[in-house]
Structures are given as C-alpha cells and as structure tokens.
T-cell receptor, first 112, second 113 residues
Framework: KQEVTQIPAALSVPEGENLVLNCSFT??????LQWFRQDPGKGLTSLLL?????REQTSGRLNASLDKSSGRSTLYIAASQPGDSATYLC???????????FGSGTRLQVQP | NAGVTQTPKFQVLKTGQSMTLQCAQD?????MSWYRQDPGMGLRLIHY???????DQGEVPNGYNVSRSTTEDFPLRLLSAAPSQTSVYFC????????????FGSGTRLTVV
C-alpha cells in the first residue's frame, strides 16, 4: 500500500526566502506525481505534474523534482511571496491504483 | 469549458437522511474519483471509476455508493448519513493516469447533524 508523507507539516518564512517542501513515498511503482496548492476553504489547484520518467518540472518560481529510487520529491519555491501562503499537497498516481494517494500537506505561511 | 462541476456546494443533513452528491466533467475523461478531506487526515479516496460501468472501492468506502452510467457523470450517494460523514468532498477526473494529471472540482461541504 502506497504511503505518502510530507515534511514539515507547517512552515513559516519571511518574504523573499527560497524554500523546499518535501514529499516521500513508499512504493516507487508510480505513473506520476502531482503537486497541488489549496487555499483555506477552497479546492485544489494543480501546480506541477512530473511523469515517472522525468526528473523535474518547472513553472515560474516553482520547481519540482522526482527521485523514484529514493522515494522522494521536492517542491522548491524561489523568492517566496505572501501570496504563496497556502497548503501544498503532493499526490501520487500508482500502478495498481488508478486514483491519487495524497500526503497530509505542508501549511506554508510567508510573512510580509 | 466547465471542467469538473460539483453540486451542491454546501449541504446540511440530518442523521439517517440520504442524498446524492453530483459530479460532472465535460473533458471526456475516463478516470473519475471521489475523496473526502478531514482536518489532519488529508484527502482519502472513497470510490473511483476507470470508465463507464466500472467502479471500485478506495480506502474509506463504507456508507457510500457510486455508479458510472455515462462518461460525464459520477454521483456519490450517501445511503444513511452519519455525523462521521461530516467532511468536505472532492471529485476529480483525468484522461489517463499516465499522461495527464487530475483536475478537481471545487468541493461540497457536508454537515451531518
């Protein structure tokens, strides 16, 4: 059974800092990994999708990496802004289960 | 392009009542799934479908029923609501698990009293 862990559970940083969010998983037989953002009381917005065969994906100030051999993914946010404050979720689509398995998320607060 | 549409957005039920949460997508996606989100528990899979007529259970299926008669619609039925089913429910869809990621609806906030 795939298990997904996100560390830290919460993070508070001053504006302008670069930061890394971590996601680890137990089963490397995955199709892809997806990072989402969720604002309080809102739905999930997809940020980045990394295919199993890829090592990283970039979108603007966001960069996500995938290392299947170690069961890890990181989401790097450059030059953080208060508008980045949200909960960040990673989710995996695994072989044998055609739906997503989620981590419990990292709640990010960027202080002005 | 509407994406994934969930209705209603909010609902209050009494214990023992039944209801159906609606989910529709207009992207011709084969894969659809339902999740519930509870504080401190993350999102957990309730049921999923890989195409019309095909459904399967996720991690927390008890008390819920699904069917998939068309590609577009994947309703979630609560058979006899219980306070433990108070949660936020999300529906998601994907064209395939290999090539594309999932798109989520905006959620249904359900309270069972």
């Amino acid at each position: 059974k795939q298990e997904v862990t996100q560390i830290p559970a919460a993070l508070s940083v001053p504006e302008g800092e670069n930061l890394v969010l971590n996601c680890s998983f137990t089963d490397s037989a995955i199709y892809n990994l997806q990072w989402f953002r969720q604002d309080p009381g809102k739905g999930l917005t997809s940020l980045l999708l990394i295919q199993s065969s890829q090592r990283e994906q970039t979108s603007g100030r966001l960069n996500a990496s995938l290392d299947k051999s170690s069961g890890r993914s990181t989401l790097y946010i450059a030059a953080s802004q208060p508008g980045d404050s949200a909960t960040y979720l990673c989710a995996l689509s695994s072989m044998g289960r055609r739906a997503l398995t989620f981590g419990s998320g990292t709640r990010l607060q960027v202080q002005p | 392009n509407a994406g994934v549409t969930q209705t209603p957005k909010f609902q209050v039920l009494k214990t023992g009542q039944s209801m159906t949460l609606q989910c529709a997508q207009d992207m011709n996606h084969e894969y659809m799934s339902w999740y519930r989100q509870d504080p401190g528990m993350g999102l957990r899979l309730i049921h999923y479908s890989v195409g019309a007529g095909i459904t399967d259970q996720g991690e927390v299926p008890n008390g819920y029923n699904v069917s998939r008669s068309t590609t577009e619609d994947f309703p979630l039925r609560l058979l006899s609501a219980a306070p433990s089913q108070t949660s936020v429910y999300f529906c998601a869809s994907s064209y395939s698990t290999v090539g594309e990621g999932y798109t989520f609806g905006s959620g249904t906030r359900l309270t069972v009293v």
